[in-house]
């Protein structure tokens, strides 16, 4: 492959990348006590794995493109992006040790009371790091519109450029329903054991609460 192939299955790439990303970590979520993708005893760790590729598209994007203020742009994407990724996992490690396990189903059933009431500042530390995470106001510098023309995504247009916005909307509504999992009690409710789609409706309730102020 020559340095001109190369990248141009980078520049494609990318957006797929960040979009597949968001959506790898639905596979450890769960959406009631019987539903979920697969019980990982790890599942926290994954999550922070798998999101890490994310930071991985951005800075493909930027490179590929061939455009100073593209590479610029994802610099300080990535920058803000790994910057943050510091508190958010040691915010994560409170509910690990309240729970005394990283899967992430473990971690509900465990929410006799929510973490959110048990340790409320580092609910607060991953709320505030996640925002930064997913390029939310005030934490969008990523863009920078009036600096960086857009940003990483100078150069991209059609499907593509929508694949990114794509990835941006996904993953705020991810990081929704994982701050309603391990902060809210998850899936926990009234007769949710017994009624799993209970379970269900609760988990989409808290994680459209959270949406709703991310938003």
Do not use: C
């Not at 990348?17 to 599942?43: D, H, M, R």
């Not at 300080?76 to 990724?85: C, G, L, N, T």
């Amino acid at each position: 492959i020559t340095p001109q192939g190369a990248d141009v299955i980078v520049y494609n790439l990318a957006p797929i990348l960040s979009v597949s990303a968001v959506l790898l970590i639905w596979a450890v979520v769960p959406f009631a006590a019987t539903v979920v993708g697969t019980e990982l005893n790890v599942g926290l760790l994954y999550i922070v794995a798998v999101g890490a590729i994310g930071t991985l598209s951005i800075i493909m994007a930027g490179w590929s493109s061939n455009n100073k203020y593209a590479l610029l742009g994802s610099f300080r994407a990535v920058s803000q992006m790994v910057s943050y990724e510091v508190p958010m996992v040691l915010s994560l490690l409170i509910p690990v040790l309240l729970a005394q396990s990283m899967g992430v189903n473990e971690i509900v059933r465990q929410q006799g009371m929510w973490y959110i009431l048990v340790a409320p500042l580092a609910a607060l530390l991953f709320f505030i790091s996640s925002q930064a995470e997913i390029g939310r106001a005030p934490f969008d510098l990523m863009e920078a519109e009036s600096e960086l023309v857009a940003g990483y995504q100078t150069e991209y247009s059609g499907l593509k450029f929508g694949f990114f916005y794509v990835g941006e909307f996904v993953h705020a509504f991810t990081v929704s329903a994982l701050f309603a999992t391990l902060f809210l009690g998850g899936w926990r409710g009234p007769w949710a054991v017994e009624f799993p789609i209970l379970g269900t409706a609760y988990f989409m309730v808290k994680t459209f609460i959270v949406y709703f102020v991310v938003i």
